[in-house]
Nanobody
Framework: QVQLVESGGGLVQAGGSLRLSCAAS????????MAWFRQGPGKEREFVAHISWTGVSTFYATAVKGRFTISRENTKNTVYLQMYNLKPEDTAVYYC??????????????WGQGIQVTVSS
């Protein structure tokens, strides 16, 4: 019913940039709040960035503020994560997240398969 596919990861030197994309196979993309999470080696999965249905509101983890930008194009059913000034500590598997709200019934999360980002020093 819902499929999320990440792309754009890879190897980059410290200080470089990458843009991750997440293509969503859904009926109505604007129904989903979108976010990015990541999981570094030996670490728990952590929140990176969040964007509202319309793309007007965003929220970032402190560690990436000023360096990462989340955006979405609802006509393309796609969310992006533009990453600048990458650091070795950004090395992780990055996961796309889609959350659908059901009013008083709560919400449900869908996840992509994850994509590797490796930053060399």
């Amino acid at each position: 019913q819902v499929q999320l596919v990440e792309s754009g990861g890879g190897l980059v030197q410290a200080g470089g940039s990458l843009r991750l994309s997440c293509a969503a196979s859904v009926r109505t993309f604007s129904d989903y709040v979108m976010a990015w999470f990541r999981q570094g080696p030996g670490k728990e999965r952590e929140f990176v960035a969040h964007i509202s249905w319309t793309g007007v509101s965003t929220f970032y983890a402190t560690a990436v503020k000023g360096r990462f930008t989340i955006s979405r194009e609802n006509t393309k059913n796609t969310v992006y994560l533009q990453m600048y000034n990458l650091k070795p500590e950004d090395t992780a598997v990055y996961y796309c997240n889609a959350r659908k709200w059901f009013g008083s019934l709560g919400e449900y999360d869908y996840w992509g398969q994850g994509i590797q980002v490796t930053v060399s020093s």
